[in-house]
């Protein structure tokens, strides 16, 4: 393995949709022709390779890949590979958009919500059906692999598994006199208990840490039938259901369920150990089950999950891939990243030491190693996933266009809280903006 990465990101950052577009022109397809549809060539085990790979994550999740990576290359002395860890998901996206234009894309990457269509549509990805001989894909459940499916081509496989849920700070709820939330509570509840908490703790202690980004899908999709958007890549939710959720929020802020806004918008996008909710500072927060962990590290206190609020008969709830691991389709090697993408996934060496690093596995026999050896967040998490897939929803994937939804509803949500705009007009500017991102 070589450390630390190459050090070639440009200086400037090309748009994704311009540099994908460059891609048949930056780098040619791998040996095999595998981008064309054609089996790839059997890997040789006597020819020295050199694969790259790239992902974001923090430190710890770099030490796991590392252990990982070290032992498939104990197992293959043919095949070196070098790592190219970022710390978030928009500095990966951003640099892999300016590697792709100039064709010296890593040839294993992960990828997160509309990207593996978009990069599958641009031509950018390997059709994972040309190394099914060293990456084989039937273990996977159909809805998995919904999100890095393009006209019915695979282009990515699922590093496994998590769903929103909300986490609870139990010592912080004794600590103001409230009660936990019932199964089967409602958003007034919530709306209530944040207040309560907020009014009830000493100085410094907020009810609820809301990044709205992890929490208005889940929303959204117990008023809708299939969440923000339809099964056809058009928008699914009207301007009233968005404005019920920004009116929400307003009066979160005025009982005091929620900090001031300066203090929502500047935790934005903090990693969990920065969060309110990570650092002791809030009683409850919107979060993926695989980060329970992560939220845990700082509070000082055992964290539990339960499912998300709801004022409606429909939990709203879906089992989501975190990531997905994909192959460039100008890759070299495509064969090889094939096999380094099977170790981190399919086989129990590697299994056991990645366990739900990128969530639970999805391949069943991969599950079978890992839920043994889960500490005792990660395998709340996996008993929190069961009950999500006995009343969770199948979401559609995020369509081309959707990258915008985060920003977009930070935005608009900002916009609100400081009063620039009505939550109506600001509903309504959401609406119309994703609306014309998906449009176009």
Same mark, same amino acid.
């Given at each position: 393995?070589?450390?630390?990465?190459?050090?070639?990101?440009? +200086?400037?950052?090309?748009?994704?949709?311009?540099?994908?577009?460059?891609?048949?022109?930056?780098?040619?397809?791998?040996?095999?022709?595998?981008?064309?549809?054609?089996?790839?060539?059997?890997?040789?085990?006597? !020819?020295?390779?050199?694969?790259?790979?790239?992902?974001?994550?923090?430190?710890?999740?770099? *030490?796991? &890949?590392? !252990?990982?990576?070290?032992?498939?290359?104990?197992?293959?002395?043919?095949?070196?590979?070098?790592?190219?860890?970022?710390?978030?998901? =928009?500095?990966?996206?951003?640099?892999?958009?300016?590697?792709?234009?100039?064709?010296?894309?890593?040839?294993?990457?992960?990828?997160?919500?509309?990207?593996?269509?978009?990069?599958? +549509?641009?031509?950018? /990805? $390997?059709?994972?059906?040309?190394?099914?001989?060293?990456?084989?894909?039937?273990?996977?459940?159909?809805?998995?692999?919904?999100?890095? &499916?393009?006209?019915?081509?695979?282009?990515?496989?699922?590093?496994? @598994?998590?769903?929103?849920?909300?986490?609870?700070?139990?010592? $912080?709820?004794?600590? *103001? @006199?409230? =009660?936990?939330?019932?199964?089967?509570?409602?958003?007034?509840? /919530?709306?209530?208990?944040?207040?309560?908490?907020?009014?009830?703790?000493?100085?410094?202690?907020?009810?609820?840490? /809301?990044?709205?980004?992890?929490?208005?899908?889940?929303?959204?999709?117990?008023?809708?039938?299939?969440?923000?958007?339809?099964?056809?890549?058009?928008?699914?939710?009207?301007?009233?259901?968005?404005?019920?959720?920004?009116? &929400?929020?307003?009066?979160?802020?005025?009982?005091?369920?929620?900090?001031?806004?300066?203090?929502?918008?500047?935790?934005?996008?903090?990693t969990p150990d920065l969060s309110l909710f990570g650092t002791g500072r809030a009683a409850m927060t919107f979060a993926y089950s695989n980060q329970i962990g992560a939220y845990q590290a700082g509070t000082g206190a055992d964290v539990e999950i339960v499912a998300p609020p709801t004022s409606t008969d429909v939990a709203g709830v879906?089992?989501?891939?975190?990531?997905?691991?994909?192959?460039? +389709?100008?890759?070299?090697?495509?064969?090889?990243?094939? &096999?380094?993408?099977?170790?981190?996934?399919?086989?129990?060496?590697? *299994?056991?030491?990645?366990?739900?690093?990128?969530?639970?596995?999805?391949?069943?026999?991969? /599950? !079978?190693?890992?839920?043994?050896?889960?500490?005792?967040?990660?395998?709340?998490?996996?008993?929190?996933?069961?009950?999500?897939?006995e009343v969770g929803v199948v979401a559609p994937p995020q369509p081309a266009g959707g990258a915008i939804l985060n920003e977009l509803t930070q935005r608009v949500e900002s916009d609100i809280l400081f009063g620039r705009v009505s939550s109506a007009e600001g509903a309504q500017a959401w609406v119309d903006e994703l609306s014309a991102?998906?449009?176009?």
């Open positions: 393995m070589k450390r630390p990465a190459r050090g070639r990101l440009a +200086a400037g950052v090309l748009a994704t949709t311009a540099a994908l577009t460059l891609t048949a022109c930056g780098g040619g397809t791998g040996a095999g022709d595998g981008g064309a549809g054609g089996p790839v060539d059997a890997p040789d085990p006597d !020819e020295a390779v050199e694969l790259h790979i790239a992902w974001w994550g923090n430190d710890q999740r770099a *030490a796991i &890949m590392a !252990e990982a990576i070290d032992l498939f290359e104990e197992k293959h002395p043919n095949i070196t590979v070098v790592e190219e860890p970022v710390g978030a998901p =928009d500095d990966l996206f951003n640099r892999l958009a300016t590697d792709f234009a100039s064709g010296t894309a890593p040839d294993v990457f992960a990828l997160g919500g509309a990207k593996p269509q978009e990069y599958g +549509a641009a031509g950018a /990805l $390997l059709d994972l059906a040309t190394v099914s001989e060293q990456l084989p894909t039937d273990a996977y459940p159909e809805f998995t692999l919904t999100n890095a &499916m393009v006209d019915g081509t695979l282009y990515g496989l699922p590093t496994g @598994g998590n769903a929103i849920g909300v986490l609870l700070n139990p010592s $912080l709820f004794e600590a *103001a @006199g409230v =009660d936990l939330p019932e199964p089967g509570w409602a958003w007034e509840d /919530l709306v209530r208990i944040a207040n309560d908490i907020s009014a009830g703790s000493d100085g410094g202690i907020v009810g609820l840490d /809301l990044r709205v980004q992890d929490a208005l899908g889940t929303y959204v999709a117990q008023y809708t039938e299939t969440g923000i958007y339809d099964w056809d890549g058009r928008l699914a939710v009207d301007a009233a259901t968005i404005q019920q959720w920004y009116d &929400m929020e307003l009066e979160l802020v005025e009982g005091g369920g929620l900090p001031d806004p300066s203090v929502i918008v500047e935790h934005w996008n903090v879906a089992v989501l891939p975190s990531q997905f691991w994909a192959i460039a +389709a100008g890759s070299e090697h495509p064969a090889e990243a094939a &096999m380094l993408v099977d170790w981190l996934l399919n086989q129990p060496e590697a *299994a056991e030491i990645v366990l739900a690093d990128r969530g639970l596995p999805f391949n069943p026999e991969t /599950l !079978e190693v890992v839920e043994p050896l889960l500490a005792p967040a990660d395998a709340q998490a996996a008993a929190y996933l069961a009950e999500v897939l991102a998906l449009a176009d």
